[in-house]
């Protein structure tokens, strides 16, 4: 049974930090391309960050210089490094695992940025 359990959302000022973690099970996670989206509320899911299976990255103009992303395969985690968070950050944070046509979703969970 395949399994993206994400972690570390909360609530946090403007200009904070946050790192939000992605466990994955039941997959061959070393080859699988891994990605971080966000929604917010009355908007349409969006791409953050994404990591291929070489470590190889990208970001959204939004979070470039702020976002890291980041991959431990030995772990088989994936961890999204948020910092000077900004209100228009808020949203639910979801965790993807993809590798040709095979694409597994996690649950999400919520970053609110406000003071």
């Known amino acids: 049974q395949v399994q993206l359990v994400e972690s570390g959302g909360g609530l946090v000022q403007p200009g904070g930090s946050l790192r939000l973690s992605c466990a994955v099970s039941?997959?061959?996670?070393?080859?699988?391309?891994m990605s971080w989206y966000r929604q917010a509320p009355g908007k349409q899911r969006e791409l953050v960050a994404a990591?291929?299976?070489?470590?190889?990255?990208n970001y959204s103009d939004s979070v470039k210089g702020r976002f890291t992303i980041s991959r431990d395969n030995a772990k088989k985690t994936v961890n999204l490094q948020m910092n000077s968070l900004k209100p228009e950050d808020t949203a639910v944070y979801y965790c993807?695992?993809?590798?040709?046509?095979?694409?597994?979703w996690g649950q999400g969970t919520q970053v609110t940025v406000s003071s």
């Open positions: 990591i291929t299976s070489d470590g190889s990255t």
């Open positions: 993807n695992a993809k590798v040709y046509t095979q694409e597994h």
């Open positions: 039941g997959v061959l996670f070393r080859v699988y391309h």
